[in-house]
């Protein structure tokens, strides 16, 4: 689930990382977020004081206002909530057509991420269809935290490719 | 005049517009001097009578354009004499400090405040394209963060995506959203300070290049450099002025969930809908008495948003209630959006609205002039997590 080499399902167009994206700078409240896919983990912010996760990250759980708060690991897995099909060039380097998703984590379906949806035709994404994460990773811009972050994308299930479409 | 949360106190007296175009090749300042003192002449007042004044964005945003001019700048420019004066982007919506500006009037902290928008972004950006503005380098940060990595630059992806997850909820269709542009289109061929007057066709919609899905190039509006004023003042000091003083009836100002773009409980609804509860807490009067509506179309799917959250469509059905646009036309029911909106108006971001309420409810609309003799306007700005509204009327 880490590198991008692995096959992409055999009857989609296979993902072909762009030249370039726009990279955050981890802050301390991001750092988990973009670095737990060195350890192939998608880290969200979680409360234990009442059991929920939240995103963006921060320092207190929006619900209940606990500081008692941080990064766990959540299955990646997580179905389309919304999505489009982008058309117009904006950034050089990263040519259209491009999916980008609104996906809501299976383990707290009100934590959406937007995100890329690649290894499908542009024709079958789909509210609710099933995805899983994986990760490319990119060098940091040039800051105090110059760590590599690695950008949670997502594409259909395993267990879901060549099943019902 | 009814009661609502100024008692009757606030009124707007005066609206002024500069030139508005594409790549004038004038400075924010200039726009907005322009603006502002055609909005003070129109109030029959002179500049030494504006004793506040107000507007957003004010200082610390990004530029190229967006930010026309500052208070400071204008304050500086025309000697101005404050009693009071405030700007900001964390309030509500574009609009947001003319609400203040009617609180400070209520509060009798000025007599008359002039509130003002200016946009220079078509002559800033020329030459260096949208992107260059959207994000000007380095590491994406704030809510861009967690969006530009992932190609999401522009709040056409933003708010495509609640428009296409609409669509698949509630069966709007292409068909029925062109109703916004083409409405809009219409009415700008009817004024003549539009950037784009040409007619517009549903097959031009269907056929027109896709910006991000499901959203068209005719579903985006057009940036331009122009600036929009308007006079609000206190009633008793309004006495004698040129203009029959329009009542502010109540305002919206509601945020009920966290300000973003994607962690909305329902993905379906915005900010606006918040904001439209707080406005109809505060008055008597209800969707069913308003004659005019100037609705934000920064995007044409921001203007079906709040079409629903102000009430006059249920929660997913504003599709059959804009399908042909008779309802929103100009000598329809409920005229919509009849200078030609931000889509071909030109993005004057916000105040226009507020301006064009003011122009129709004083009948002075010209060619434009909806021909129902509206008494009564609502104005809603903003899209996502921003969103302000106010309700006027000649009562």
Redesign the interface.
């Known amino acids: 689930m880490t590198d991008t080499s692995s096959p992409a399902p055999a009857s989609s167009p296979a993902y072909v990382r762009?030249e370039r994206?726009?990279?955050?700078?981890p802050?301390a409240e991001?750092a988990a977020f973009w670095t737990g896919g060195r350890d192939g983990r998608l880290l969200i912010s979680h409360c234990r004081g009442c059991g929920h996760f939240f995103?963006?990250p921060g320092p207190v759980c929006?619900r209940c206002r606990s500081t008692d708060v941080g990064p766990e690991p959540v299955s990646g897995r997580a179905t389309v909530?919304?999505?489009?099909?982008?058309?117009?060039?904006?950034?050089?380097g990263?040519p259209p057509p491009?999916v980008?998703?609104?996906v809501e984590l299976a383990d707290e379906p009100?934590?959406?991420?937007?995100?890329?949806i690649v290894d499908v035709p542009l024709d079958e994404v789909r509210?609710g269809l099933e995805v899983e994460v994986f990760f490319e990773q990119w060098p940091?811009?040039p800051?105090p935290d110059d760590s590599p972050?690695w950008?949670p994308?997502f594409r259909p299930a395993a267990a879901t490719v060549g099943g019902a479409r | 005049m009814s009661g609502g949360p100024f008692d009757g106190k606030a009124v707007i007296t005066g609206a002024g517009k500069s030139q508005v175009g594409r790549r004038l090749g004038r400075t924010g300042l200039d726009l907005t001097i322009e603006a502002v003192t055609r909005a003070i002449a129109d109030a029959g007042l002179s500049v030494d009578d504006i004793d506040g004044i107000a507007s957003y964005p004010g200082p610390g945003v990004p530029d190229l354009g967006f930010s026309g001019a500052t208070i400071t700048e204008v304050r500086n420019a025309l000697g101005l004499r404050s009693r009071w004066y405030l700007s900001s982007t964390e309030t509500a919506g574009q609009i947001g400090p003319a609400i203040e500006a009617c609180m400070a009037v209520t509060l009798g902290l000025a007599n008359h405040v002039v509130v003002y928008r200016s946009v220079w972004e078509s002559t800033a950006q020329a030459g260096a394209g949208r992107a260059s503005v959207l994000f000007g380098g380095g590491a994406v940060s704030g809510h861009l963060e967690y969006t530009g990595p992932f190609g999401a630059l522009s709040a056409a992806n933003w708010l495509s995506m609640p428009a296409q997850r609409y669509m698949h909820d509630f069966g709007l269709t292409r068909e029925q959203l062109a109703a916004i542009p083409l409405n809009a289109r219409a009415n700008a061929g009817l004024n003549p300070d539009a950037i784009y007057r040409d007619p517009l066709t549903l097959d031009d919609y269907l056929n027109a290049r896709m910006i991000s899905e499901p959203l068209c190039l005719f579903d985006c509006d057009v940036p331009c450099d122009g600036a929009t004023a308007v006079i609000i003042s206190r009633r008793d000091a309004a006495a004698g002025l040129p203009h029959h003083p329009l009542t502010v009836e109540s305002v919206g100002t509601g945020m009920f969930e966290r300000a973003t773009w994607d962690q909305r409980v329902d993905v379906t609804t915005m900010a606006a809908h918040d904001v439209a509860a707080t406005l109809w807490e505060h008055t008597t009067l209800r969707a069913s008495d308003v004659d005019l509506a100037q609705l934000y179309d920064g995007f044409s799917f921001l203007t079906v948003m709040w079409l629903e959250a102000l009430g006059f469509a249920e929660h997913g059905k504003v599709g059959p209630f804009i399908e042909g646009g008779e309802r929103i036309a100009l000598n329809g029911p409920l005229p919509l959006n009849t200078s030609g909106g931000q889509l071909s108006g030109g993005r004057l971001h916000g105040m226009g609205f507020l301006h064009e309420a003011c122009v129709q409810l004083w009948g002075e609309g010209g060619e434009r002039q909806a021909p129902n003799s509206p008494e009564v306007a609502v104005v809603g700005v903003g899209g996502g997590p921003v969103g302000g509204a106010m309700l006027l009327s000649t009562r």
């Open positions: 762009p994206r726009l990279l955050p700078q802050t991001s995103h963006p929006w909530a919304a999505y489009t099909i982008n058309r117009q060039p904006w950034i050089p990263y491009y980008v998703a609104m009100d934590v959406r991420l937007i995100t890329n509210v940091a811009e800051g972050v950008l994308l």
